[in-house]
């Protein structure tokens, strides 16, 4: 979408890059490793449009990568981010946004191509607001949604939306409501979702805080040709809390509970979120995330703590994952920079009554030598420990790279 009236478009910034990855392990297999080398070319494009009747956010990258030894097939690997918006009258917003990942399929799998598929996750829809008075708003909403996965064994789905909501501004500061949402989404497997949420939205700001979500009921029925539909009712909400703790360090926390599938776009919202696309059912999802973002002058640190829970209702399993993750990064002169990355996670499944243990780390070097031209080299080594012996491996790496962007 692009802008209208007097407003003019900042141009876009393209880039092209190349990088190649050695590692020790490329299968990360627990014995009998293979090491291969994996070079990749890629396009990337970022664009904001100015303020206009028409918005726009994109941020996109496109990758070929081949491996030396052909360990793996050649494959495209890509991710995408895109928001728009046009006003088309007074109370008429028409919204569209679109987000592409390289996602897994199963966490219990090491994450090599063999277990990565893409999902492409497109939405776009009316919203309708109307002012009753000077406090309070209607909001009317339609959405349709389509995911697509690239490989033919994941179920692609549809998904149609309705809501109502009610807002009354109590102050400058408060605001709250309520919300009634329907939706439908339907999988190429002919298995139908049938969802219900009613919600009290709400956001309140304070100086230096702000706190924003929405709590409440929610329903979700699947159902199977020739089969009975199976119902399911849960306290679903999701909360955000922004404080600004000084004027360098910036804490933020997000819980979000919601009945979906695997069609959903939860994993895009919280990127910690692994579903496990090998099932198809009604799932209850529940995300927490807890981080610090630390701006210290020419250094940055930021730290989060997050736990995620899968519950696949119509099997009765679940996936649980919690951990820490941290990066550090420092410039040591005008052009050269230096960043740290630190990552540990436990992975738990009902299934097989088994947990996993992940550690990475990776310490790398960046050097701009102007505007356009950016040369990276990092270093990486992960690690993997379970109660099942295949699922354990370990892997170090070394990456080498080059970016240049058209400004």
Same mark, same amino acid.
């Given at each position: 979408m692009s802008s209208s009236g007097h407003a003019v478009a900042a141009p876009a910034v393209f880039s092209v890059g190349l990088d190649s990855r050695y590692t020790n392990n490329a299968t990360q297999a627990p014995f009998d490793e293979e090491s291969d080398l994996e070079s990749r070319v890629f396009l990337g494009v970022q664009h904001t449009s100015d303020p206009g009747n028409c918005n726009s956010d994109l941020a996109?990258?496109?990758?070929?990568?081949?491996?030396?030894?052909?360990?793996?097939?050649?494959e495209t690997t890509a991710n995408a981010d895109f928001e728009g918006d046009c006003r088309l009258g007074s109370n008429l917003v028409w919204e569209a946004s679109d987000y592409l990942r390289d996602v897994t399929r199963d966490s219990r799998v090491t994450n090599t191509p063999n277990n990565r598929t893409q999902k492409n996750v497109f939405r776009t829809g009316p919203v309708l607001t109307f002012r009753l008075g000077a406090v309070d708003e209607l909001l009317l909403s339609a959405s349709y949604e389509n995911t697509e996965f690239r490989e033919p064994e994941q179920k692609d789905g549809e998904r149609y939306s309705g809501s109502v909501g009610w807002n009354h501004f109590f102050s400058p500061s408060l605001t709250a409501g309520l919300r009634v949402s329907v939706d439908q989404s339907e999988l190429d497997t002919e298995e139908e979702f049938d969802r219900l949420t009613v919600s009290a939205p709400f956001r309140k700001t304070w100086a230096a805080t702000a706190l924003s979500g929405a709590l409440g009921y929610g329903q979700i029925e699947s159902s199977l040709q020739n089969s009975s539909p199976r119902e399911y009712d849960s306290f679903v909400g999701n909360v955000l809390l922004v404080r600004q703790i000084n004027v @360098?360090?910036?804490?933020?926390?997000?819980?979000?509970?919601?009945?979906?599938?695997? @069609?959903?776009?939860?994993?895009?919202?919280?990127d910690d979120f692994i579903f496990n696309l090998d099932q198809t059912s009604a799932v209850e999802v529940t995300a927490l995330r807890l981080g610090t973002n630390n701006d210290l002058g020419a250094a940055t640190f930021d730290i989060g703590l997050f736990a995620n829970r899968s519950d696949y209702l119509d099997i009765g399993i679940e996936e649980d994952s919690a951990g820490i993750d941290a990066f550090f990064r420092r410039p040591l002169s005008g052009q050269l920079n230096w960043t740290v990355g630190a990552r540990y996670e436990l992975f738990r499944y009902s299934a097989d009554d088994t947990e996993d243990d992940v550690i990475r780390v990776n310490t790398g070097i960046d050097f701009q030598l102007n505007r356009q031209l950016n040369f990276v080299t990092v270093l990486g080594y992960e690690t993997r420990t379970s109660d099942v012996l295949i699922r354990e491996f370990d892997e170090a790496w070394v990456l080498v790279g080059v970016e240049y962007q058209f400004r």
């Open positions: 996109a990258r496109v990758g070929y990568s081949r491996w030396l030894d052909e360990t793996f097939s050649p @360098t360090t910036e804490l933020e926390i997000e819980a979000s509970r919601e009945l979906t599938d695997q @069609t959903s776009d939860f994993d895009a919202r919280f």
